[in-house]
Nanobody
């Protein structure tokens, strides 16, 4: 079993910053790609940012230049630094990890989500 636990969400004014963390634990041999997704009320879930094992990243166009994804492979943790936040960044942010387990099977796991609310 693998668990992902997120932290760092909250309420912030437009223009402010937040840093999200997501720590993976459990039956892990290695973690491949990790990513952050968000879902706003009435909208579909969207990929915000993703990072590969080697550190290559990709971002949604709407967050480029404002958000930075990073990871600490020793801690099995992924971060999302969010700057210059806008009201449209409001939503539930969930992390995802592509995990290789010790028995060499592979699966995708999700965190429980953390609420980010940006007031105007």
């Amino acid at each position: 079993q693998v668990q992902l636990v997120e932290s760092g969400g909250g309420l912030v004014q437009a223009g402010g910053s937040l840093r999200l963390s997501c720590a993976a634990s459990g039956s892990i041999f290695s973690i491949n790609a990790m990513g952050w997704y968000r879902q706003a009320p009435g909208k579909q879930r969207e990929l915000v940012a993703a990072i590969a094992t080697g550190g290559s990243t990709n971002y949604a166009d709407s967050v480029k230049g404002r958000f930075t994804i990073s990871r600490d492979n020793a801690k099995n943790t992924v971060y999302l630094q969010m700057n210059s936040l806008k009201p449209e960044d409001t939503g539930v942010y969930r992390c995802n990890a592509d995990v290789t387990r010790p028995n060499w099977t592979r699966g995708g796991y999700w965190g429980q989500g953390t609420q980010v609310t940006v007031s105007s």
